[in-house]
Each structure stands twice: as C-alpha cells, then as structure tokens.
C-alpha cells in the first residue's frame, strides 16, 4: 500500500519506519528542509513512563490563575489567546477533574511503557545510537509536601508496573553526587529506574537515514496546503511541490494538524503549547549530572546528552508564536543551574543555544492515534510535551491498525471516538 505521511518530526518519521517494515511504500512529506527540525529538535531530552500526567492537574489549573501576567512563572498565559482558548479551555477545566485526570494519566502511563519497550526495539534492530542512557530520572523536591503529593502520584503509575524509589536527601546525593551543594535545601526525590534519555533530533535523522536506505521517500521543503476529498476519502494533496497522491494518508504534522483537518470535518481539539530549552557545552566542566534531573518547584529539567547539557521548561499558552524570548531561555537556565552549584561556576551561558517550540496539547492530555471519519486517513497526533516518550509507541499501534492487525498496544482512551462519547 502507498502511505503518505505528513510530518517529518520525531513522530511521522518513526512511523514512517514501522510502517515500511511491513512494507508499505511510504513517502514523508515536512515543510522543513530537514528531518525533526520544529518540535523534535531540542526538547528535555527524557523518555519516560513516571511522569505522565496531564498538565491539567487541579494544582496546575490554581497555578496557573496565580501566575497570569508573571513573566518569569513555568506556566504562562497571554491573555491575547483567551479568546482562542474558550471552548477548548473549558473542556481542559473539565478535565482537569480527578477522575478524568486520573483516568487520563492511567492511559498516557499504558502508552509510555509499551512505548518504551517500542524504543528499546527499534535501538535493537538498528543499532542506532543517539546520545542516548539507561541510568533512569530522579525528580527533586524542595518541600515535603511536594514530595508526599509526586509519592501519590508515583504509586498510582505503579499499578501500572512504573517503578520507582522515594529517596531521602542523603540517597538523593549518593545517586547523584551533582545535587551535593544544595543539600541543605531539598526535602527529598523519587527516583525511576526504568526510565531513558536521549537526543530526539539525533534519533530522528539517523532512524530517518536509515528508513530512506530502506526505500522510504522524504520530500522535505514539501509543505501541505490542503487536503481535498472526492466521494468522502482523501483524492490528493496539494502542496508547495505539486500533488501528490497515495491510497492512504497519515497526519502527523503536529500543531498544524487541527488546521489540516478542519476542512475535512475533523475537529481535533488540539491547541499549542510553547516550551524552551537551552543547550550548554560542558566538555571538561565539573559538577555535571550524569542522571537526568527534574526539578519540581521550577518545572525545569536537565538531561546530558554527550557533551551538551540540555535544559527545557516553561509552558506558554502564546498561540503559533514561534519566536524565542531570550528572557525565558535565561530563566529556565538559571533555575536549572540552582541546582547544580559546581556546575554553575564553571559553564559557559554566553555559548548556550536557545530554541523554542510548539508542543500539541490535547484537550484531556493524551494523543489521538488511528482512523477518522475519512476512511483513508488516519492520526498520530496531539502527544504533547511527551511525543519524544510516545514515538515510538504510537508509531507501532498505528503500524498495526494500517496493516490490519490487532494493535499490541489497547487504544483505549486514545483514539479520536473518546470525544464523541463524552460529548
């Protein structure tokens, strides 16, 4: 079968791969001139399966009433986007309730560990590598309450055989030396050792030359202008580089994905979410962590990736703003140096590189995998801050699903029909 896939990033290549291993002939089409060169090109850097819960915890959404027009705090609104973010704002209040957020966080916590495995797989049959480490994350609170709340919340991911090990500070220490100078000030950490790191551009580029050896075609610099349908399928794409055309079409494209599906009758209810991260040289600099760290009070985190220390955060509600606001990149490295002394003294902030991208939020925290109304296409959308997590899992159900097998992976609570059922 021809596939199309739109989408060139961490997401649509890895499935453009899976999908090419049951042999489709597949073709990616990315507006970019290069493979994972938006959302999938800096991001924290962390594969995990223990922190998957939706950003619209109770907490969060009292946060993030406080914080409106701070410049500095991890969650931002700009008020301009109120008007956009109405109907869909509504619907992230509504499930932000503890049995929705909790039903939610059990279906993204089901998809990160088969997603897991999925990963381990694919390093397996390719040998690739990508900065990547086994050494688990370790989360850093600076109260108990903190700690007692994320322990609540670790043990209901541990029905679901996410392990993890509450540490107290000496522990903390024992397991990453990096966090010694500031010992006096944290309450404690949780430590998941079954969870990965790894550059997502690395992997991405490298999986995608790897899939073009095996025949899959990229046409990047390719943007999709429209869809258009005959007799209620997809009959071509139009776009920058002519039509093209394929038997069955996958929608990867990430917060553009709700504007390529409006037209077609799709509502996808997927709104943008900025994110920030900086990447720090450190070749040579002492104090630096060998296991990724997540710093709670900040919403910061920081991944080693070879000889580059990765710092991401923030989450702003800017609509498609794509610039980078130097201010919030500053922000988000000091808070992670907060935490890392040694470290602080001896990098070099003047040769960080900054980036900014756009993460696609659903309106209840998981991604929406598989077929539409449209019987020729089919999503692998919406994941969020946790796309790198979900690749290649979501890659693999939606390999399956094309190819007319059962999937491995239970789409509960994943698919684009759990919208129609609650209204």
């Known amino acids: 079968m021809k596939v199309l896939v739109i989408g060139g990033g961490v997401i649509g290549t890895t499935t453009a791969w899976c999908l090419r291993q049951d042999g489709h002939e597949v073709t990616v089409l990315d507006r970019a001139s290069a493979l994972a060169a938006e959302g999938s090109f800096a991001n924290g850097g962390m594969l995990h399966a223990s922190l998957t819960e939706p950003w619209n915890t109770p907490a969060a959404i009292r946060q993030l009433i406080g ?6 705090s991890p969650l931002r609104l700009h008020l301009s986007q109120l008007p956009n973010l109405v109907g869909w704002g509504m619907g992230f209040l509504r499930y932000s309730q503890a049995h929705h957020h909790r039903h939610s966080t059990r279906v993204n916590t089901r998809l990160a560990r088969y997603s897991q495995r999925m990963t381990r797989l694919i390093r397996e049959r390719t040998g690739i590598r990508y900065d990547d480490a086994q050494r688990g994350i370790i989360k850093i609170f600076r109260s108990r309450r903190e700690l007692d709340e994320a322990a609540r919340s670790a043990a209901l991911t541990a029905e679901l055989d996410v392990r993890h090990e509450i540490l107290n500070v000496p522990a903390a220490i024992d397991l990453e030396p990096a966090l010694a100078g500031v010992r006096k000030e944290l309450a404690g950490a949780i430590y998941y050792p079954d969870d990965e790191s790894g550059d997502a551009c690395l992997f991405t580029r ?12 990229f046409e990047l610099s390719t ?4 869809i258009e349908l005959r007799r209620g399928a997809i009959h071509r794409l139009l776009t920058s580089s002519g039509v093209r055309q394929a038997d069955c079409y996958v929608l990867a494209a990430g917060v553009d994905a709700p504007l390529l599906a409006k037209p077609l ?4 209810p997927i709104r943008p979410v900025k994110g920030y991260s900086a990447s720090l040289p450190i070749a040579g600099c002492p104090g630096v962590p060998q296991v990724p760290i997540i710093d709670e009070r900040h919403k910061v985190v920081m991944t080693r990736l070879g000889e580059r220390l990765r710092i991401a955060g923030t989450a702003e509600f800017a609509g498609y703003d794509y610039s980078i606001r130097q201010q919030r990149v500053r922000t988000i490295i000091e808070q992670a140096l907060t935490n890392l ?9 003047d040769c960080a590189s900054s980036w900014a991208c756009l993460r696609p939020l659903t309106v209840d925290g998981p991604p929406i995998l598989g077929r539409t109304p449209v019987p020729n296409l089919f999503l692998n959308v919406g994941s969020g801050h946790l796309g790198w997590t979900f690749a290649a899992g979501c890659a693999h159900a939606l390999a399956d699903i094309l190819s007319g097998r059962e999937p491995a992976l239970d789409l509960d609570g994943l698919t684009l029909a759990r919208y129609r059922r609650c209204g």
């Open 67 to 72: 914080w409106i027009g701070r410049e500095n």
């Open 206 to 217: 490298r999986l995608g030359e790897i899939a073009e050896r095996q025949g899959v075609c």
């Open 223 to 226: 943007a999709v202008r429209r």
């Open 265 to 268: 009758g799709i509502h996808l």
């Open 341 to 349: 002394p040694q470290l602080a003294q001896a990098v070099d902030r």
